[in-house]
Protein backbone atom coordinates (compact mmCIF):
# COMPACT_ATOMS: atom_id res chain seq x y z
CA UNK A 1 0.00 0.00 0.00
CA UNK A 2 1.31 3.01 -0.34
CA UNK A 3 2.14 5.91 2.13
CA UNK A 4 -0.50 8.26 0.05
CA UNK A 5 -3.31 5.70 0.86
CA UNK A 6 -2.07 4.41 4.25
CA UNK A 7 -2.24 8.27 4.95
CA UNK A 8 -5.83 8.19 3.77
CA UNK A 9 -6.92 5.22 5.69
CA UNK A 10 -5.51 7.14 8.81
CA UNK A 11 -7.56 9.80 8.57
CA UNK A 12 -10.38 8.36 7.95
CA UNK A 13 -9.93 6.49 10.90
CA UNK A 14 -9.17 9.49 13.42
CA UNK A 15 -12.42 10.93 11.82
CA UNK A 16 -14.61 7.84 12.56
CA UNK A 17 -12.81 7.84 16.15
CA UNK A 18 -13.44 11.49 16.73
CA UNK A 19 -17.02 11.49 15.51
CA UNK A 20 -17.74 8.09 17.63
CA UNK A 21 -16.40 9.92 20.71
CA UNK A 22 -18.50 13.31 20.48
CA UNK A 23 -21.41 10.78 20.13
CA UNK A 24 -20.57 8.97 23.37
CA UNK A 25 -20.21 12.52 25.23
CA UNK A 26 -23.30 14.38 24.20
CA UNK A 27 -25.22 11.30 24.97
CA UNK A 28 -23.53 11.21 28.18
CA UNK A 29 -24.26 14.53 28.87
CA UNK A 30 -27.71 14.53 27.63
CA UNK A 31 -28.43 11.21 30.14
CA UNK A 32 -27.02 14.00 33.14
CA UNK A 33 -28.88 17.16 31.86
CA UNK A 34 -32.39 17.93 33.05
CA UNK A 35 -35.10 18.25 30.64
CA UNK A 36 -38.03 19.80 30.24
CA UNK A 37 -40.77 18.99 27.63
CA UNK A 38 -44.72 18.84 27.53
CA UNK A 39 -45.59 15.35 25.89
CA UNK A 40 -44.38 12.90 27.95
CA UNK A 41 -46.87 9.41 28.57
CA UNK A 42 -45.64 7.96 32.15
CA UNK A 43 -49.18 9.54 33.20
CA UNK A 44 -51.87 11.46 31.81
CA UNK A 45 -51.73 14.69 30.29
CA UNK A 46 -53.46 17.77 31.52
CA UNK A 47 -53.72 20.71 28.74
CA UNK A 48 -56.26 23.36 30.28
CA UNK A 49 -56.75 26.83 30.69
CA UNK A 50 -55.30 26.69 34.06
CA UNK A 51 -52.88 23.83 34.45
CA UNK A 52 -50.97 21.71 32.15
CA UNK A 53 -48.31 18.79 32.54
CA UNK A 54 -45.00 19.28 32.16
CA UNK A 55 -41.79 16.73 32.15
CA UNK A 56 -38.59 17.48 33.97
CA UNK A 57 -35.84 14.58 34.13
CA UNK A 58 -35.66 15.65 37.74
CA UNK A 59 -39.20 14.95 39.07
CA UNK A 60 -40.92 13.73 36.01
CA UNK A 61 -44.23 14.69 35.40
CA UNK A 62 -45.50 18.02 37.26
CA UNK A 63 -48.24 20.80 36.50
CA UNK A 64 -47.35 23.97 35.69
CA UNK A 65 -49.21 27.14 34.29
CA UNK A 66 -49.83 27.35 30.58
CA UNK A 67 -47.57 29.81 30.25
CA UNK A 68 -44.67 27.47 31.92
CA UNK A 69 -44.41 27.89 35.34
CA UNK A 70 -43.86 25.30 37.88
CA UNK A 71 -47.06 24.98 40.22
CA UNK A 72 -46.00 23.33 44.42
CA UNK A 73 -48.50 22.13 46.58
CA UNK A 74 -47.62 22.12 50.85
CA UNK A 75 -47.62 19.41 52.76
CA UNK A 76 -49.01 21.19 55.62
CA UNK A 77 -51.76 21.50 53.62
CA UNK A 78 -55.23 19.95 54.06
CA UNK A 79 -58.30 19.86 51.64
CA UNK A 80 -59.45 23.14 50.54
CA UNK A 81 -57.08 24.99 53.33
CA UNK A 82 -53.96 26.33 53.22
CA UNK A 83 -51.50 26.50 55.46
CA UNK A 84 -49.16 29.27 54.45
CA UNK A 85 -49.87 32.46 55.47
CA UNK A 86 -47.63 36.02 56.28
CA UNK A 87 -44.32 35.11 55.54
CA UNK A 88 -44.54 32.36 53.87
CA UNK A 89 -46.39 33.83 50.91
CA UNK A 90 -43.50 36.03 50.26
CA UNK A 91 -41.97 32.92 49.09
CA UNK A 92 -44.53 30.98 47.90
CA UNK A 93 -47.02 33.32 45.90
CA UNK A 94 -49.95 31.83 45.50
CA UNK A 95 -51.45 31.25 42.25
CA UNK A 96 -54.15 33.08 42.45
CA UNK A 97 -57.02 34.56 40.66
CA UNK A 98 -58.92 38.02 41.29
CA UNK A 99 -62.19 36.83 40.24
CA UNK A 100 -64.48 34.13 41.42
CA UNK A 101 -63.90 30.93 38.90
CA UNK A 102 -66.37 29.62 37.12
CA UNK A 103 -66.97 26.57 34.67
CA UNK A 104 -63.60 24.71 35.90
CA UNK A 105 -61.79 21.67 34.50
CA UNK A 106 -61.73 17.96 35.97
CA UNK A 107 -59.89 18.02 39.51
CA UNK A 108 -59.51 22.17 39.52
CA UNK A 109 -61.14 23.88 42.07
CA UNK A 110 -60.31 27.17 44.43
CA UNK A 111 -60.33 28.72 48.10
CA UNK A 112 -61.16 31.84 49.02
CA UNK A 113 -58.15 32.98 50.85
CA UNK A 114 -59.04 34.93 54.08
CA UNK A 115 -56.15 36.93 54.17
CA UNK A 116 -55.72 38.62 51.03
CA UNK A 117 -59.66 37.95 49.70
CA UNK A 118 -58.14 35.98 46.39
CA UNK A 119 -59.15 32.78 44.84
CA UNK A 120 -56.63 30.20 44.78
CA UNK A 121 -56.33 27.56 42.70
CA UNK A 122 -56.52 24.05 44.22
CA UNK A 123 -55.57 20.66 42.54
CA UNK A 124 -57.59 17.89 44.05
CA UNK A 125 -58.30 20.14 46.92
CA UNK A 126 -54.56 21.07 47.68
CA UNK A 127 -53.50 25.00 46.93
CA UNK A 128 -51.43 25.61 44.51
CA UNK A 129 -48.52 28.05 44.97
CA UNK A 130 -45.28 29.11 42.54
CA UNK A 131 -41.67 29.64 44.16
CA UNK A 132 -40.55 32.82 44.22
CA UNK A 133 -37.41 31.95 43.20
CA UNK A 134 -38.17 29.46 40.13
CA UNK A 135 -37.51 31.02 36.23
CA UNK A 136 -40.16 29.54 33.56
CA UNK A 137 -39.86 25.90 33.54
CA UNK A 138 -37.56 25.65 36.58
CA UNK A 139 -38.49 22.78 39.33
CA UNK A 140 -35.73 24.41 42.26
CA UNK A 141 -38.40 24.81 44.94
CA UNK A 142 -38.89 20.66 45.15
CA UNK A 143 -38.21 19.69 48.27
CA UNK A 144 -37.59 23.04 49.80
CA UNK A 145 -39.46 23.66 53.19
CA UNK A 146 -42.35 21.25 53.26
CA UNK A 147 -43.22 22.56 49.33
CA UNK A 148 -43.37 20.10 46.30
CA UNK A 149 -44.31 19.89 42.47
CA UNK A 150 -47.85 19.58 42.09
CA UNK A 151 -48.07 16.01 40.15
CA UNK A 152 -50.74 15.06 38.02
Not at 61 to 82: I, M, V
Not at 113 to 133: H, I, M, N, V
Amino acid sequence: MKWSNRWFVIIVVIVFVIAAGTLIIEGQHKKNTPTTSVNNNKTSIINNAIVVTKYNSLVGNYLATPAGQTLYEYNRDRNNYSSCYGACLTIWPPYEVAKQPSKLPANIGYIKRSDTGEYQYTYKGLPLYFYSADKTGQVNGNSVAGFYVAKP
